[in-house]
């Protein structure tokens, strides 16, 4: 069998899409972290010595989504079109919920960068809150959505 990603001689490639066709292509992504009670308040009430954490998550989301093919081997670079990130909280349990929406009119999809951008967005909340909350998680890094190109549309259910 003959992986998409190694050439005859089982050295690294890239999958070659020059002859697909262009197509719209959107992508929706998203992450959670948790954090105490004492770094939840901190965000709200912006007091964090390290500034505005959720404005800086959300430029964080979107420079990782545009990075995405310089740091994960394989992805093709692409011309993003749309890239919306935002942040919903939940006091109930001390979380912060980053959603990363993304479009392209392109020949391949855009579902890498939604994630790349959540990761690194969340990864930035961690640098930000690590002085006050050393117990965060991370955690439901998903897509919940991707359209365009061959395969159907997904949905997470």
């Given at each position: 069998?003959?992986?998409?990603?190694?050439?005859?001689?089982?050295?690294?490639?890239?999958?070659?899409?020059?002859?697909?066709?262009?197509?719209?292509?959107?992508?929706?992504?998203?992450?959670?972290?948790?954090?105490?009670?004492?770094?939840?308040?901190?965000?709200?009430?912006?007091?964090?010595?390290?500034?505005?954490?959720?404005?800086t998550a959300i430029l964080a989301a979107i420079m990782g989504a545009k990075k995405t093919s310089d740091l994960i081997p394989m992805c093709h670079q692409i011309s993003l079109s749309?890239?919306?990130?935002?942040?919903?909280?939940?006091?109930?349990?001390?979380?912060?919920?980053?959603?990363?929406?993304?479009?392209?009119?392109?020949?391949?999809?855009?579902?890498?960068?939604?994630?790349?951008?959540?990761?690194?967005?969340?990864?930035?909340?961690?640098?930000?809150?690590?002085?006050?909350?050393?117990?965060?998680?991370?955690?439901?890094?998903?897509?919940?959505?991707?359209?365009?190109?061959?395969?159907?549309?997904?949905?997470?259910?």
């Amino acid at each position: 069998m003959q992986l998409s990603h190694l050439d005859e001689n089982n050295y690294p490639k890239m999958i070659d899409i020059s002859f697909k066709e262009s197509s719209k292509r959107i992508a929706r992504a998203s992450g959670r972290i948790k954090v105490g009670k004492d770094a939840f308040e901190a965000v709200k009430k912006q007091e964090v010595k390290k500034g505005a954490v959720l404005e800086t998550a959300i430029l964080a989301a979107i420079m990782g989504a545009k990075k995405t093919s310089d740091l994960i081997p394989m992805c093709h670079q692409i011309s993003l079109s749309k890239i919306k990130a935002f942040v919903e909280d939940d006091e109930k349990d001390f979380s912060f919920k980053l959603i990363v929406e993304l479009a392209c009119e392109g020949k391949t999809g855009v579902e890498m960068e939604a994630l790349t951008g959540v990761s690194i967005g969340l990864l930035t909340i961690y640098d930000m809150l690590k002085s006050i909350d050393k117990n965060m998680e991370i955690s439901n890094i998903i897509l919940e959505y991707k359209e365009g190109g061959k395969s159907a549309k997904f949905k997470r259910a």
